[in-house]
């Protein structure tokens, strides 16, 4: 469309009138006589009238640069006809603009469109035609444009003759073309001062800023496809995205459980060996969980332990929600010294333990109460079972303070000890106590499983400990575990020390240190 003198179509009398592609303004008639109508100039005075009533907003934005003062003297339809040909010409611009900027991209060598332009007089002497530059004029931080270089390559006459190949000028260039590098890219005001970068600093900066870009997108699509982040509190999945970055981890694939007090998740092993461990393939990520309601269920288990009573009292609840971690870690090793089935230890962060993964293929082990066995290696089961418990107390001096068939796996044909964080030494003051707990939860499920030869929770008791109770029934049992208990407390009231743990002969039971 170019700019057409539209009124010269307009053609007097009401048959234009009725077929105006604008639209019939209703205006009262005027009457006036037959000479007055076949007037030409009448015509053209009518037409202005019912125009300026019907598009008065237009006639305001007329008032724009392009027609000043003229207006009076050209017709409302070349104007319009004007404003949607400019309209058109800077769209027009713009999208070659895009394209050009499209195709370019951040190469060296460079096309443009700029014989393809619609110039018009209020924008010729834009110099766009550098798309490096964005419009800095209202930005104070920002320095004025540079001067750029023509199309034909040099300004200048004589000995006075810039090349665009000129130092100072490519230098101003590569500083102004770092705006294009990812906006998480930080460079500094550097684009606010007249900095001359070299070709060969610029080059390496773009070099870094590409493989931050591509490292970030990395984390980014690990993080979109795992549920992981969806449990954890921000900090929690700091510590793990570190775990990726440093690679430990490859990826953390998703969420196995989520209990009151942990999070648990399962993670590919990463190829970086650390302290001359290496990764396991597939690794289990368990978080405590940093919320403080469920932890006061459990102070007592920690309050209590004298490997943590020191640091108990002096710390916060957050640090306390750590020693939970810490405490698995030490249980863990000291069972995988004793040779017990269990995960493995990998790493321990603040609140988060990484441990072997006790399953394969994402697919975790199943809970010793979730898995249906042969009555042969439900026996096999109960047997080892029996032997662990052992272990666990006489060389690891532990007990594991929450043992049932939720915190027993079943896999590679053999039972795996899980959710140590809670255990506690056999001197613990309620040590003992919570050793019956967990033989009545083992003599309970073997007996609904059929085994025969399993003992009752008293004989389980004393099997482990090595204790003597002979109480035969629960209540008087139990009064006589409290009251070793007992013992064992004033014991530590009056020495000032703690016992290394309860004889295994002698009845009544004595205290060896
Ligand atoms: P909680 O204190 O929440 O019970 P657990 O240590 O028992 O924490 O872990 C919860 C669940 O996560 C377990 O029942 C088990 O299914 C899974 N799990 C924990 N650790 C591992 C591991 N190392 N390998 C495979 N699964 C695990
Ligand atoms: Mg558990």
Known sequence: MDSVGVAADAGPGPAWRSKCPWGAPNTTSISCSLADVMSEQLAKELQLEEENAAFPEVVAVAEGPFITGENTDTSSDLMLAQMLQMEFDREYDAQLRREEKKINGDSKVSISFENYRKVHPYDS??????????????????????????????????????????????????TARMEN????????????MDLKLSNQVFNALKQHAYSEERRSARLHEKKEHSTAEKAVDPKTRLLMYKMINSGMLETITG???TGKESVVFHAYGGESATEDKVIPPECAIKVFKTTLNEFKNRDKYIKDDYRFKDRFGRL????IIRMWAEKEMHNLTRMQNAGIPCPKV??????????????????????LKDVTLSSEDMKKAYHQILNMMQQLYKECNLVHADLSEYNMLWHDGKVWLIDVSQSVEPTHPHGLEFLFRDCRNVSQFFQKGGVAEVLNERELFNAVSGLNITADNEVDFQEEIEALEKMNEDHVQNHGKKLSRFSSSGDPPIYDE
């Open 255 to 257: 969420c196995i459980s």
């Open 316 to 319: 916060n609840p957050r640090k």
């Open 346 to 367: 990998v790493l321990l962060k603040k609140h988060v333990l990484v441990m072997s993964f006790i399953g394969q293929d994402q697919v975790p082990a199943p809970k």
């Open 181 to 192: 590098f990812a906006p998480e890219f930080q460079v500094g005001d550097g684009i606010g």
């Open 125 to 174: 002497d834009s110099s766009e035609d550098e798309v490096d530059w964005q419009d800095t004029r209202h930005d104070p931080y920002r320095a004025d444009k540079p001067t750029t270089t023509p199309r034909r390559g040099f300004i200048g006459k004589g000995k006075d003759i810039t090349t665009k190949h000129d130092e100072v000028v490519c230098g101003r260039k590569n």
